[in-house]
């Protein structure tokens, strides 16, 4: 039995990168999620933080 695996990805804001580069560096992820055969990506969604660029879906 293949055990199923998924990626939780919050879209952190890191340093001075922008909440844009995160979206960017949040889709490079889930491709290479996709590329090594996980099942799910999921993106986390947290209102009105900065610090992550997944405020909202």
């Given amino acids: 039995m293949k ?3 998924s990626v939780l ?6 340093g001075e990168a922008t909440q844009a ?3 960017r560096e949040t889709i490079a992820v889930a491709q290479a ?3 090594l055969g ?6 986390a969604e947290h209102h ?3 610090s992550l660029g997944s405020a909202s879906p």
């Fill in 3 to 5: 055990a199923r695996l």
């Fill in 21 to 23: 580069q995160a979206v």
């Fill in 9 to 14: 990805d919050l879209s952190p804001v890191g």
């Fill in 33 to 35: 999620a996709e590329r």
């Fill in 38 to 43: 996980y099942d799910r990506f999921w993106v």
């Fill in 48 to 50: 009105n933080m900065r």
